[in-house]
């Protein structure tokens, strides 16, 4: 959808027009809106049939409340919503199965929490790549509510060690949900472990079966802290 569609739309819902032009745009069942700025995005509560959304680079706003009534969402992307971290205005879009969340290379897209999870029960695919939480461990808890969840995602490198483990040990046979403790970029010659600041050694280096070895002892010692907390 271009620029300017999206700005024609945004004038017919709010000015409440009656045209034919305003019920076409009633009857969108998917949105993409990509590279501009809105103070408020309301007027998306009047797609009441809109199955798929897309925002991509959209800043000036903050509130995805107004995306609560969206009864018929089926698929949310988000990417690079620059004063958005918020996203509690998504709990109770029980129709829901797909959200993704991204920043960029250059910008982690922030969240303040993950308990909008709670109230995304029928959420079936989840994929959070460049962001990061400021949430304490363990924010990553609310994943226990998604008991229809068939697909886990995460970004490396966006989460504290210890989220990883609860993330795997909550998700038990989700895809996607057991990661490599470590990843080898053979054009680099770099080992890189799993979670935020966790480091990386080089490939061949005298130490290198050690730090392994040690990393993996540390991750184990994250799946314990974890079990105690889901008592398991």
């Given at each position: 959808?271009?620029?300017g569609i999206?700005?024609s739309?945004l004038c ?8 034919p032009?305003?019920?076409?745009l009633?009857?969108l ?7 501009f ?5 309301d007027?998306l509560a009047?797609l ?6 897309v925002?991509e680079?959209?800043?000036?706003f ?9 009864k018929n969402?089926r698929?949310a992307?988000?990417e690079n ?8 205005g ?6 829901l199965r ?5 920043g960029?290379?250059?910008w982690?897209?922030p ?16 994929k959070?790549t460049?962001?990061k ?5 363990p ?13 886990l995602?995460?970004y490396?490198h ?9 993330a ?11 990661m490599?403790?470590a ?6 010659g770099?080992?890189?472990?799993l979670g935020r600041?966790?480091g990386?050694?080089k490939?061949?280096?005298k ?7 040690e ?5 184990e ?5 974890a ?6």
């Open positions: 959808m271009s620029v999206c700005r739309l017919i819902f709010r000015a409440r027009s009656r045209s032009h305003y019920r076409d009633g009857s069942s998917v949105c993409a809106l990509r590279g700025k809105l103070k408020i995005i007027f009047e009441p049939l809109l199955q798929e959304l925002l680079y959209v800043s000036g903050c509130d995805l409340l107004p995306l609560r009534e969206l969402l698929s992307h988000f919503l620059r004063r958005v971290s918020d996203f509690s998504l709990s109770g879009i029980a129709s797909y959200l993704c969340i991204n960029t290379l250059d982690d897209q969240i303040a929490d993950f308990e909008f999870l709670k109230g995304l029960c029928g959420l079936e695919v989840l959070l460049w962001v939480c400021k949430a304490s461990y924010a990553l808890l609310p994943l226990a509510a998604l008991k229809n969840l068939k697909k995602s995460l490396p966006a989460f504290a060690l210890e989220e990883y483990a609860l795997q040990l909550i998700c038990e046979g989700v895809e996607g949900a057991q490599p403790l990843v080898e970029f053979k054009d680099t770099y080992v890189y472990f600041g966790s990386y050694t490939m061949g280096a130490n290198e079966l050690q730090r392994r070895a990393f993996e002892q540390k991750f010692a994250c799946k314990q802290k079990r105690e907390i889901l008592n398991l």
